[in-house]
């Protein structure tokens, strides 16, 4: 007692629980994304679509799965997507992935439902957009590519940012190996720096023009693409699963890839 009156005129007795201590704050919060990991790319040709995508699933360094689909069916009359005359390819966050794939699904179907006919590819990808964007402030962590055929029986590809920005495209590569793929199909289907022989003199050459390839072709670059990925990208592995769109409709290929 007589030691508490003796504190000096003025001076706080220390009792507060605020007194600075030698452990610093922690701050508790929650972060609702993942990446799982996986790549995905689309080509077009004169009359076909096609998306693929490899099955692993990962988080971090384990792996979840060795067959989780990244393609799928949009605006089919069952579970099996029957019917259905759209592609969408979706990477990153496979929970919000998931969620995009059955709400574009909801969309279409009920267009078809209210108005009597199938939903345009185009039509469908500005609708993608929109959902996007609905969700800016708090996206949909993955990278879509959408894909059909356009009025003119002409394989039309879309590609998308989490926010909803897209453009149509001859090509393009998603997920944790695009930086790999992505100059391949530059290289290979769009061309770039390519020239022909003996057009000119000099560097006064005339470039190669980025004309449609056959579908034969474009399923070769496809496994070329894959093969070369899964060697260089622990991300990427398990199995290929490759969709081709035409006006008969709908084909699924699956071929395996490495699994180590």
Do not use: W
């Amino acid at each position: 007692m007589a030691t508490l009156l003796s504190q000096p005129h003025g001076e706080a007795i220390g009792y507060s629980f605020t007194q600075p201590t030698s452990v610093p704050n922690k701050e508790h919060s929650f972060y609702p994304y993942t990446d799982n990991g996986g790549s995905t790319l689309g080509i077009t040709g004169s009359n076909f679509a096609i998306l693929a995508g490899d099955t692993r699933s990962v988080a971090g360094y384990n792996i979840n799965s060795r067959y989780v689909p990244k393609v799928f069916k949009i605006g089919g009359d069952d579970e099996t997507g029957e019917g259905a005359h759209i592609l969408l390819s979706v990477v990153g966050f496979a929970a919000d992935g998931q969620a995009l794939k059955e709400r574009l699904d909801a969309v279409v179907k009920m267009y078809k439902y209210q108005h009597g006919k199938s939903m345009s590819v185009g039509a469908c990808a500005q609708r993608l957009s929109t959902i996007l964007y609905q969700k800016r402030f708090f996206p949909y962590y993955v990278h879509a590519i959408l894909a059909g055929l356009d009025e003119d029986g002409r394989g039309a590809l879309y590609s998308y940012d989490p926010v909803g920005s897209y453009e149509r495209e001859q090509c393009r590569a998603a997920g944790s190996a695009a930086s790999l793929i992505m100059p391949f199909l530059d290289n290979q289907v769009n061309f770039k720096n390519q020239y022909i022989p003996g057009s000119g003199e000099g560097h006064a050459l005339e470039p190669k023009r980025a004309d449609p390839l056959s579908r034969e072709t474009v399923e070769e670059l496809v496994r070329d693409a894959f093969t070369s990925a899964v060697e260089r990208h622990i991300e990427v592995g398990d199995g290929l699963q490759m969709m081709v769109i035409t006006s008969g409709g709908i084909e699924e290929i699956y071929y395996p890839l490495k699994k180590d």
